[in-house]
């Protein structure tokens, strides 16, 4: 683990999961989110090597959806904030059915579920970049955040108050893409908490996805199953929805079979490292709003190991059948 003072020694955070958050369109400057677990604590990073300037604005924020169902739940969804910026440097907020609320500034570790969380910010070099710079550092526990390895907890890095990463001479950087104000769930992105390998193991990718399709009708969604174990193994599969939900072959054609005669169809055997697609496919009904399908692979090696992937679909409000088109002339300029 890293020690979480502001700054970054050689390698430490050389084993972290990295985002480079300049290379998304409408951020401003060079910065990378770092994240990297223990199996006790979630550490967070924001390595600013573009922030080479000690403003008092200077700050960082990143946000999570605790349950990863897109649903704001009272008194479960985190937000922290620290830095120059933040009230006592540093600030853990919770959604209290209104909005976000103060829970502690600066952290409380005497809390339940608080303690060993610690938040620091500095100045100076790292792995990336020789010349000093803004370093943020968080450590959060993983009961704080109610996960634990191999599952997916929804990640923003932004929050209510503040961008993910602020230079305040020169603008901010925001994850998993630029944002313009207070951000909602739907805009957060997938972190996999990730655990040290076991016999049996997958993982379903991507953790979620959502779209809008016309009632009464029909869209698919596209799924890895990855065999993350270390022998062959059969994954069952099945979806939970209040709609029709239609397991196929990668074809879209063939429903997927019950290969190992467990009652429940499956993706067949698949060696350790590879992966087979398979497509989820949603039946719209004929009103409605939104639906969250909960779509799970089962180990038959290990029926105690899982992966649950979300498939989010809303229906839109209206449609033109056969598809219009239409142009004008801009005569003004």
Same mark, same amino acid.
């Given at each position: 683990p890293p020690t979480i003072d502001g700054s970054m020694a050689a390698g430490e955070w050389s084993d972290a999961a990295s985002a480079d958050l300049g290379a998304i369109p409408g951020n401003d400057f060079q910065a990378y989110l770092l994240i990297k677990n223990d199996a006790n604590f979630l550490y967070v990073a924001y390595d600013a090597i573009g922030d080479t300037s000690m403003d008092f604005g200077d700050e960082a924020s990143? #946000?999570?959806? +605790?349950?990863?169902d897109i649903s704001e739940t009272v008194g479960g969804e985190s937000e922290f904030f620290w830095g120059a910026g933040a #009230?006592?440097?540093?600030?853990?907020? *919770?959604?209290?059915?209104?909005?976000? +609320?103060?829970?502690?500034?600066?952290?409380?570790?005497?809390?339940?579920?608080?303690?060993?969380?610690a938040g620091a910010y500095g100045y100076g070099p790292s792995d990336l970049s020789v010349l000093d710079h803004r370093i943020y550092?968080?450590?959060?526990?993983? &009961?704080?955040?109610?996960? &634990?390895? @191999?599952? *997916?907890?929804?990640?923003?890095? &932004?929050?209510?108050?503040?961008?993910? *990463?602020m230079d305040s001479s020169v603008g901010y950087d925001c994850w998993p893409l630029a944002l313009t104000g207070p !951000?909602?769930?739907?805009?957060?992105?997938?972190?996999?908490?990730?655990? @040290? !390998?076991?016999? &049996?193991?997958?993982?379903?990718?991507?953790?979620s996805q959502s779209a809008?399709?016309?009632?009464?009708?029909?869209?698919?969604?596209?799924? +890895? *199953?990855?065999n993350r174990g270390t022998a062959n193994d059969v994954f069952d599969v099945q979806a939970m929805s209040a709609w029709i939900i239609d397991l196929l072959d990668s074809g879209g054609v063939n429903p997927l079979v019950d290969n190992d005669a467990d009652m429940i169809p499956d993706t067949g055997s698949i060696a350790p490292g590879a992966n087979v697609q398979i497509i989820a496919r949603v039946n719209t009904p004929a009103s409605g709003t939104c639906d969250d399908a909960l779509i799970t692979g089962t180990s038959s090696n290990d029926p105690a190991t899982s992966s649950t992937a979300v498939v989010r679909t809303c229906l839109t409000g209206a449609g033109l059948n056969p598809p219009h088109a239409d142009s004008g002339v801009d005569t003004d300029v």
């Open positions: 990143v #946000s999570f959806d +605790t349950d990863h #009230s006592n440097g540093q600030e853990h907020l *919770v959604f209290d059915g209104m909005g976000w +609320t103060t829970e502690d500034s600066p952290f409380d570790t005497g809390l339940p579920n608080h303690a060993g969380l550092e968080l450590q959060i526990p993983l &009961a704080l955040l109610n996960i &634990a390895p @191999a599952e *997916v907890i929804g990640l923003l890095g &932004a929050s209510d108050p503040s961008p993910g *990463v !951000p909602s769930l739907s805009e957060y992105g997938d972190l996999r908490i990730g655990r @040290a !390998p076991k016999a &049996a193991d997958l993982d379903l990718n991507p953790p809008r399709t016309a009632p009464s009708s029909s869209i698919d969604y596209t799924i +890895t *199953v990855e």
